[in-house]
């Protein structure tokens, strides 16, 4: 048993460890808190109005900003039409890259978001800087009435509207800002989507 004990002490001195270390190196590892990724953002999904920079290694002609059209496609050298609007970047750097393949051995292609232009909001009404607002992040509705400078005092905070259109299709949503203000009904104050008009009466 005597051998066995030295044998075992041996080995630890040979990888640097002594039974004190190793007691202090379990202390230590205990004490460590684990840590745990928080949640990521969604993508940016790419509306119609932004620019997008395409360049494609070591081909001087395929090196160029684009700009996504209304109907929410880009166009490209040898690719053709892409529809880009509601996809993230990377989605449609994957696209061009397989329709390059065609043509160019392994191209190695790069998409980056230039402008963004597309991601845009309107408040009008009784604001005291009506207008359009890029929003290059998440923008809700409070949010976006700050954008406009606030509401002047006569505006009818509680009879705000969101016009929204969808595939065609318009529809009003109810926000009362002084509920909101005094912390009830939260869910009102949603995040708006491109093209959204904020209408303060």
Do not use: C, H, W
């Given at each position: 048993m005597k051998a066995l004990s030295l044998s075992f002490a041996l080995l630890l001195v040979i990888f640097g460890m002594t039974p004190a270390a190793h007691g202090q190196e379990a202390k230590r590892q205990a004490a460590t808190p684990?840590?745990?990724?928080?949640?990521?953002?969604?993508a940016y999904l790419i509306q119609p109005g932004d620019i997008l920079n395409v360049s494609v290694w070591k081909e001087k002609d395929l090196q160029?900003?684009?700009?996504?059209?209304?109907?929410?496609?880009?166009?490209?050298?040898?690719t053709g039409d892409i529809q880009a609007a509601g996809r993230t970047v990377e989605d449609v750097r994957r696209e061009i890259s397989a329709k390059l393949g065609k043509y160019i051995p392994d191209p190695v292609v790069t998409v980056t978001m230039k402008q963004i232009q597309g991601n845009v909001i309107y408040v009008i009404g009784k604001v005291n800087k009506p207008g359009v607002f890029i929003a290059n992040s998440d923008v809700d509705v409070m949010q976006?009435?700050?954008?406009?400078?606030?509401?002047?005092?006569?505006?009818?905070?509680n009879s705000i509207k969101i016009l929204r259109r969808t595939r065609g299709t318009e529809t009003a949503i109810g926000f009362k800002?002084?509920?909101?203000?005094?912390?009830?009904?939260?869910?009102?104050?949603?995040?708006?989507?491109?093209g959204d008009v904020v209408v303060v009466p």
């Open positions: 684990s840590v745990t990724a928080g949640p990521t953002e969604p160029n900003d684009v700009l996504v059209r209304p109907d929410g496609k880009l166009s490209f050298p040898l976006a009435l700050s954008m406009a400078g606030g509401m002047t005092p006569f505006a009818s905070e800002y002084g509920q909101v203000e005094s912390g009830k009904d939260l869910g009102q104050n949603i995040i708006l989507q491109a």
